[in-house]
């Protein structure tokens, strides 16, 4: 094959590589395109799970961005020690994300306890005075954890959404859950099976069974499909769970 017939193959594959990943976006913005919510200064705290780094919320981010529905203002990083540094992107304006990244991302209840300090430098530092918070798997336990644990100078919750996130002998600590706190609960449910491949269907709605019996009204949705789709690990990069959290938070 000669030089120019290489050139130009590598030309056709390069446009094809570009293209397709052109539809793909494309089709994974799709559920967002229709959706209309209100513009607040309300940030939303993103928490994600288990061994979870920055690129495990870069997707709802990246895409409810692209979508104009909200903006990526911070990136706080939370240290072994506990120690936070704060990279922003843009004002805390237009329904701002802030996602929180954990160094010591196996330990759900010692990164409840670093939440405190970063929630505290989020009020007095960004004037964050209320919040919004979505977790996914364990980030919804450090939430809830935090949550149930309140300290001083603190900001208030506004809202609570929690994705594939299981809260066995969570009982008692609901009842120091703040008053009224709407929450929506999104689990998975692979087909013609019994949840997600991680957490048993069951055991996800039971945290809104739980709240229920404590007189709270919290929403619930289901996520049912293939593993692409409705898999522990999928749902946080599914574009219809964003619709249903960006609709949920500022509808």
Known sequence: MTRKKIIWLM?????????????????????????????????????????ARAF?????????????????????????????????????????????????????????????????LLKQRYHVYTYNAVGHSSGGNIIFDYLTHPSKQQPKINKFVTIASTYPQATTAIKRLPAKLPILTIAGHVWQSNGDGTVKLKAVLAFNTALRHQGRHPQTKLIQGSPLTAAHSMLHINPTVDRAVITFLYH
């Open 56 to 120: 495990s919320t870069n997707g709802f981010v990246h895409r409810l961005s692209a979508a104009h529905l909200a903006t990526k203002a911070l990136v706080v990083n939370v240290g072994r020690h506990g120690q936070v540094h704060v990279h922003q992107f843009a004002p805390l304006r237009h329904n701002p994300t802030i996602q929180v990244v954990f160094a010591d991302n196996h330990q759900p209840k010692r990164q409840a306890r670093q939440l405190v300090s970063v929630m505290r």
């Open 11 to 51: 030309a056709i594959m390069s446009s094809l590589v570009v293209t397709g990943s052109g539809a793909y976006w494309h089709h994974r913005l799709a559920p967002l395109r229709s959706v209309k919510v209100q513009t607040t200064n309300i940030p939303t705290v993103f928490i994600a799970g288990d061994y």
